[in-house]
């Protein structure tokens, strides 16, 4: 069975550590022993069967989104077929329009948005020409959930999702974290343009609830992350094997799904 991550962070090797540890503290995780850099993501990987991930990290300023965007893209063109980069932006980003354009021009298959981290609402004004951008370039991969802010809780997700049909949208973290109980059963009506990863959840729910929440989505709406360095890819593809999910059902959630949106062989 092929598998992908769809939900890697990585740094480079000067900061990786204040990286991890910092977020880590901003969501009161001890993040084990993954240290944030490609190599070490790629080791896991190769340990767990995962043959490809998708890699981004976050700007928290808007003088961080060239620099970011540069590594990622010289970490993945030396790892070709096994690393796909998603690019960052800023909502403070003056030219969104020229981010988005430059991250295609190099292979980019989407943008990575952290509304909690970056301290805007997925609905902000500030993003719309990030959105409109994005129509037919770019999918966008937006962390969801909190129970201690109000960026990206399905009041802040539908009016984006409703305004930008044709726009591809992953909610990370089967778009509720923390909220997943008030957030599932509003996300998983079926909304043409969403996906959702299932990173950063099972830690908090048992065996049963996290199958059902997933079912609640569709296999073929459910796409495989770890999360990491937040979590280790080798123990994160074991817990969902360990669901006793139909094999047709791993195969999308672990390969078919992101080959189709990635436009994999």
């Known amino acids: 069975m092929r598998k992908l991550d769809f939900h890697c962070h990585i740094y480079p090797a000067?900061?990786?550590?204040?990286?991890r540890q910092s977020t880590g503290t901003f969501y009161g995780v001890e993040c084990g022993d993954c240290?944030?850099?490609a190599e070490d993501l790629l080791k896991r990987c190769d340990e767990a069967g995962i043959e490809?991930?998708?890699v981004h990290s976050v700007a928290t300023k808007p003088e961080q989104v060239d620099s970011i965007n540069a590594f990622l893209l010289r970490v993945s063109r030396e790892n070709p077929g096994?690393?796909?980069p998603f690019g960052t932006v800023h909502q403070d980003t003056q030219d969104m329009a020229g981010v988005v354009n430059w991250l295609c021009e190099n292979g980019f298959k989407g943008v990575k948005l952290h509304p909690d981290i970056q301290g805007v609402a997925l609905n902000d004004p500030r993003l719309m020409?990030?959105?409109e951008a994005c129509r037919g370039k770019l999918m966008v991969l937006f962390h969801a959930g909190d129970d201690r802010y109000s960026y990206s809780n399905p009041a802040e997700i539908i009016p984006v999702l409703e305004a930008f049909p044709d726009v591809t949208f992953i909610g990370a973290h089967l778009c509720g974290y923390h909220v997943w109980s008030e957030a599932?059963?509003?996300m998983s009506k079926r909304f043409g343009n969403l996906y959702v990863d299932c990173s950063s959840s099972s830690f908090a729910m048992g065996k049963e609830k996290f199958r059902a929440y997933i079912e609640a989505y569709g296999y073929d709406r459910v796409l495989f992350g770890s999360d990491y360095p937040m979590w280790d890819p080798r123990i994160e593809s074991?817990?969902?094997?360990s669901l006793d999910l139909p094999q047709k059902a791993l195969e999308d959630i672990f390969w078919n799904n992101a080959a189709r949106l990635l436009n994999l062989k």
């Open 14 to 19: 000067k900061i990786a550590e204040k990286a």
């Open 35 to 37: 240290t944030g850099l």
């Open 52 to 54: 490809t991930c998708v």
């Open 82 to 84: 096994r690393l796909i």
């Open 129 to 131: 020409p990030l959105y």
């Open 184 to 186: 599932v059963p509003v």
């Open 238 to 241: 074991a817990v969902l094997e």
